[in-house]
Every structure is written in C-alpha cells, then in structure tokens.
C-alpha cells in the first residue's frame, strides 16, 4: 500500500529534476532541492528520535510541521521572485536551443505552474496527515466527561411508543423499527 505512494513521489522528484536541468535552472533546482530535503532530513531525524526514546515520543515532529510549512512557503516565494521579476526582465527572451535559452513566458509560466501544483499536492497532503493524526490523538485520549441523557417528561412520539428510546426495541414484539404495511393490489 505504501509503493504507490513512493512511486508518486519519486516521479515528482525525477520530473521536476529533469525538467531543471533540460532547462538550464540548475542553480533554482539546487537551491530548492537543498530546501526540500533539509526539511526531509529533520523528517527523519524526529523519527528516529521519536523510535528511539520515550522520553520524545511527544511534540517531537512539532517543529518538523512547521519547517515543512515554511519550506513550502519559502519555495513558492523563491519560483515566483524568480520567474515572475527574475527571469522576466532579463534581455534575451528569445527561444533558442542551440544555446538553452528557454525563457520565454510559457515556459516561465508552465514551470512556476508546475512548482505551485507541486507544492499545493504536498501541503494536501501533508494537512490531511495532520488531520489524521490530531483525530487519532483526540480519540485514543479517555474522555473525562461523559455526555448524560436527559430524558424529556411529556407526550412520547409515535417512534419512541413503537420501538423505545433511540430505537432500541420495547416488549412491543416489533422486530423492526418501521410496521409493515400490507400489499393493496
């Protein structure tokens, strides 16, 4: 269950690596790969903390989550300062294969498309991941007050007199919360 989950990320990493370097950004995707994976070394490092000792078992990923965060943030910041005023005033515009100059602005544009889609993938994902794990955390976590029933006094409905309270079935001999009716036909 967890390869295709692998797969999608390495293809991520091969496709936007590739695409740095068949278009001369090599020095933007140096820089953003150092970020990325910086951000993925202290991944693992609060892991192996967190495998390692009890002691950090708790809050040891709280500052991996906001260094994802801002490396996220940092990237886009980084794509737009560089394609959107870098890269957009410099003079030769001009596509030209025989000296890679792809800067033109469907390729600025197809690029700064390509990394903001990447990133929004990632923070899905990664605000799904702490979703999950706030529900689990909030669930395995014993309640200390419990709800109490409050049972009204007056007229009883016509549901309640037929299958009791929240449906649980009264000495009524009803075996199903609703009464058949007969076929008229």
């Known amino acids: 269950e967890d390869i295709f989950r692998q797969i999608v990320y390495i293809g991520l990493y091969l496709f936007h690596i590739a695409g740095a370097y068949l278009l001369n950004l090599t020095h933007l995707g140096l820089v953003l790969l ?7 070394f202290l991944f693992h490092i609060s892991r192996l903390f967190y ?23 940092l990237t886009l910041i980084l794509s737009v300062l560089t394609f959107g005023f870098g890269l957009a005033r410099a003079e030769d515009q001009q596509l030209n294969f025989s000296t890679g100059n792809f800067n033109i602005l469907a390729v600025r544009i197809s690029v700064l498309a390509s990394i903001c889609m990447t990133q929004a993938f990632m923070m899905w994902k990664f605000i799904n991941f702490q979703l999950r794990r706030w529900r689990e955390h909030s669930s395995s976590q014993p309640q200390s007050v419990k709800k109490k029933f409050v049972t009204t006094k007056g007229k009883t409905s016509r549901k309640e007199r037929e299958n009791g309270i929240n449906g649980t079935v009264t000495s009524n001999g009803a075996d199903s919360p609703r009464s058949r009716k007969d076929k008229s036909s």
């Open 34 to 40: 150092v970020l990325h994976y910086f951000v993925e």
């Open 51 to 73: 495998f390692s000792d009890e002691r950090y078992q708790k809050g040891q990923f709280s500052l991996w989550a906001v260094l994802f965060v801002l490396g996220r943030l």
